[in-house]
């Protein structure tokens, strides 16, 4: 089944074209990484795909829902979204996943019990249980990282797009979080989009891979097919060295 297909996605702005006829059609329970250099419009592709710039399209549907038939509501429960960069929240961790709820709410912010299982099933999952009550101003950059990918699951959509999720974490901590994003990826069913710099993250963590350049798909494909030295020689203009390790082939 197809996730997410979109065709000639196409974005200006002052002048200067950020995405060129993008197209791509992307399976359902996939995790797909997008790569490409400084300014080549990965971040610009998510907010296109999530209109939250203006961009022209041919088509885009989210499981065959045309977007243009959807309403702001309905598509808060297919696609959820996790920022690069995020405000400095004085909630608590229980608030920011009750106002996530919001999709789904009818009068105000009334939690239902089932929502109170369904917070609490999540918080569990991402081990946050016990900062339940924490601002998540006083989170540290991963527990606050796994607050808003928390907020995410609890908004309950089949679509997660993330932007650079492991953006200024620390080793330890960009693990954690890749290996939960993988994890809900197969135990919730959940497609993932997200962007990233790392190839070597793309290359363990996610089933495939788009690169773009310059605004443009310069290919697109399962990761261990498309991502070899010739293909990131092409979108980098970077011979990379190739080798392989007890965890599979890593790339410096």
Known sequence: MIALSVKNLFVQSHNKIRLNHLSVDIESGSRVAIIGPNGAGKSTTLQALLRLIPASFQSLQYFDHNIQSLSRKQLAKIIAYVPQTHPNLTISVWDWCVYARFPYQKFGFFLTKKEHIIIDTILAKTELIQY???????????????????GALCQETPIIFLDEPTNFLDPKQAHEILK??????????????????DINEVMHYFTHCLAIQNGQKLFYGQSHEVIHSDNL?????YRFTEATSEQGVIFW
Not at 180 to 193: A, C, R
Not at 233 to 237: D, G, Q
Request: aromatic share 8%.
């Open 132 to 150: 339940k009550n924490t601002p998540l101003s006083h989170l540290s950059g991963g527990e606050r990282q796994r607050a808003f990918i928390a």
């Open 180 to 197: 939960l994003i993988h994890d809900i990826s197969i135990e919730m069913n959940k497609t993932i989009i997200s962007v990233t710099h």
């Open 233 to 237: 020689f092409s979108l980098y203009n």
